[in-house]
Structure formats: C-alpha cells, structure tokens
C-alpha cells in the first residue's frame, strides 16, 4: 500500500516510522510519502493561508499551493487514472469507524491532506473530486488544531488492518468493532471488547475470572461475549441499538439475556435461536 500525506509539519509524522507500521514500512509493506505543502509555495514567506472572503476569524488555507501540491502528487503516484483516494480530514467530515478502517486498508493508494487554521479553501476539494475520488472524514465530535493527529490515528487504523501487520492475524477480528464493524460477522462485530487479564493469577487480592483458567474454549468464548455485551451496553449503548436494528439475526438467545439483564431488552422475534 501506498500512503501520501500533505502537511505543513512534515516532522509530525516520525511516529510513522515506530513500532508495527515502522516496521512494515521497513519490510516494504507500506510506502509512506510525506510532503511539505510549503514545497509548493512561490514567495518569500511561503505564505499558505489567507483571510476568509466574507469575513470572520482565523484565516483559511490557500487552493494554489494544495492543486499544485496534489497535482504533483498525482502524478508522482502514477496520474489521475491511478486508483488513489484522497481523504480530506476535518471535523465536518462523515465520522471514521472500524468499517472506514477495513476499506482503506483494502485501497492500494491513500493520499492525505491535513489542513491547518480554518481549514482549505472549499474549492481544492471540489477540483480533487474531477480527477480522484475524495472523503471528507471527522475522527470524532471536536476540532483539532490540525489534521496531522487525525491522520496519525487513521493510518495507525488502517496499516494494523494489513496483512502481516499484526503479530497475531485474529486480534483484529477479536478487537472491538470486528474486522470490518457490523457486518463483518466476528465475535465482536458490532461490540466492544470485554476486559482482558494476564498473569498474575491474583493480584491485589483480585483474581482473574475462574472460566478463563478452565481451559474450556466455548465457555470461555461465551464470558468473552458477555463480558462484550455488557461493556457495550454500559459504554457505547448507541451500538446496541445499532446491532438490534441492522444485525439482530446476530444476537442469539444468552446474548439477548444479557442485554436485558443490562437494560436494553431485544425483540424475540429479532433474535436467532
Ligand atoms: N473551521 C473548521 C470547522 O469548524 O469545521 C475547523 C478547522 S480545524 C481548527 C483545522 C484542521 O484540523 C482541519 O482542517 C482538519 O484538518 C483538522 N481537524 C480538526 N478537527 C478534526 C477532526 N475532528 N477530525 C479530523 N480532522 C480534524
């Protein structure tokens, strides 16, 4: 896979280089391009912004270095007949989840552009959408100061999602959300995980579940479920409504149970037997 990122802070991106995406980075799994905007400026100052038309505060980032920049970009990737998408990060954006996650990591080419102050000039984006496909993405209900750590959190998404990226390839199925979120079918699509323990046995006089020491693999993927079901309930209960009313076909009988034994009670007649 193929990332490009475009910043005015090329050095905000040496965690890429770190861990289990700077090492398949190393092994050539992942090609990072990352390129300062700046490069793409003509005067003295290397001026990128502008103060808005119609007023207001702050100012906004200027169209001509980001076509330029995307252009050549484009081009250096292989033109605007290459299978890039290009992911404009910005709180306006649709919200990234798991599912926007499994997508990309499926795409051979990312091209990120992290705005900076109020954000670009609206008419990059719609110049982009006549030669690549564009998303506009949100990582979640508050607004940074820059797009950089929203696409530090997004490739981190992404890259763990490829092969060979993770140590252990069915972590990512027994993550929350699943693989792919709701649809993909796993153990926790839909949920999220559960706690976790590890040795020691005891500790503190607090000891580890006695079902995951019995060495009974369905029992103990059953406690791992419940134990999903009620942490969803208790912190994300806008994903149990979701899984009762797009995927109930996925909750069987126990885990009908537990959801009502959480409060959130799901129609007989929805759930699998
Ligand atoms: N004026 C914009 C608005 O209200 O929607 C906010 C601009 S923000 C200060 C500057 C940049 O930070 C954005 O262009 C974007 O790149 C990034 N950013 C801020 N919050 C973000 C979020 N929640 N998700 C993704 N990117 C974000």
Known sequence: MRIDVITIFPEYFGPLSVSLIGKAAARGDITFGVHDLRHWTHDAHRTVDDTPFGGGPGMVMKPEPWGEALDAVVAAGGGAGADALLVIPTPAGVPFTQQHAARYAAQPWLIFACGRYEGIDGRVADEARSVLAVEEVSIGDYVLAGGEPAVLVMTEAICRLLPGVLGNAESAT????????????????????????????????????????????????????????????????????????????????????????????????????
């Open 174 to 273: 027994d993550d929350s959300f699943g693989f792919g979120g709701i649809e993909s079918g796993g153990p926790m699509a839909g949920l999220v995980e559960g706690p976790s323990y590890t040795r020691p046995r005891v500790w503190r006089d607090r000891e580890v579940p006695p079902v995951l020491l019995s060495g009974d693999h369905a029992a103990i993927a059953r406690w791992r479920r419940d134990g999903a079901l009620r942490r969803t309930a208790r912190n994300r209960p806008d994903l149990v409504a979701r899984l009762a009313a797009q995927a109930p076909g996925a909750l069987d009988r126990r885990d009908r149970e537990v959801l009502s034994e959480a409060g959130f009670p799901v129609n007989a007649e929805d759930v699998a037997h």
